[in-house]
């Protein structure tokens, strides 16, 4: 089982830009969570997808959108991408909600310049 | 919304030595977890508290929840160097909608264990 995966791990970018990051959840999960997370700072929870559909958003922009697929494996779009999102962004799924079985994926270290 | 503030921020401890992170909630805690995160990667789940009093262990590190569930302590006997990275504690945040959905983080306490 190879775990939660994303992709890319490492990403630059310019502001203005737009990007696209990936998750794969663990297999038997079928929720996913998204989260950012500024360097010296705790995760901050981004929303959550459930049956391919956002179930709970955290405080975030509209810039910040996402989709989960069939195979529960899900996407973070950001738009029009600032100096300030600059940020390690980490997946985690689990089954249903539950917290104790979330696992959390390596993250992709995103730079906007 | 809640908040979790974490003390230390940072600690150097000598390995061997016991050490001990705290977790205080602004708000009642309906569920308390404890992750460990090596540098610029993801969250490893350690232990998870609900009710007031709870303590669990697993292998040299014990978690507690105090009786008004407003506060958790992460204490770790004789370190090693393999403890060393950052602890952080998270929580059930039911303000969201009413519903637990997500975590809510502190920002973390960076361990060094020191040789």
């Known amino acids: 089982d190879a775990g939660v995966t994303q992709s890319p791990t490492h990403l630059i970018k310019t502001r203005g830009q737009q990007v696209t990051l990936r998750c794969s959840p663990k297999?038997?999960?079928?929720?996913v969570s998204w989260y950012q997370q500024a360097l010296g700072q705790g995760p901050q929870f981004i929303f959550q997808y459930y049956e391919e559909e956002e179930r709970q958003r955290g405080n975030f922009p509209d810039r910040f959108s996402g989709h989960q697929f069939p195979n529960y494996s899900s996407e973070l779009n950001v738009n029009a991408l600032l100096l300030g999102d600059s940020a390690l962004y980490l997946c985690a799924s689990s089954f249903g909600q539950a917290w104790d079985t979330q696992y959390f994926g390596p993250g992709t270290r995103l730079t906007v310049l | 919304s809640q908040e979790l503030e974490q003390s230390p921020q940072s600690l150097i401890v000598q390995e061997g030595k016991n050490l001990t992170i705290n977790c205080t909630s602004s708000k009642t805690l309906y569920g308390l977890y404890w992750y460990k995160q090596k540098y610029g990667e993801g969250l490893i789940f350690l232990m998870m508290?609900?009710?007031?009093?709870e303590e669990k262990s697993h292998e040299k590190i014990t978690a507690k929840l105090d009786e008004k569930k407003q506060q958790s302590s992460l204490h770790i006997t004789a370190s090693q160097p393999s403890h060393a990275g950052i602890y952080l504690c998270g929580a059930d945040d039911w303000d969201r909608g009413g519903g637990a959905d997500g975590l809510t983080f502190g920002k973390g306490t960076h361990l060094i264990i020191q040789p």
């Open positions: 297999s038997g999960h079928d929720t």
């Open positions: 508290l609900q009710k007031g009093g």
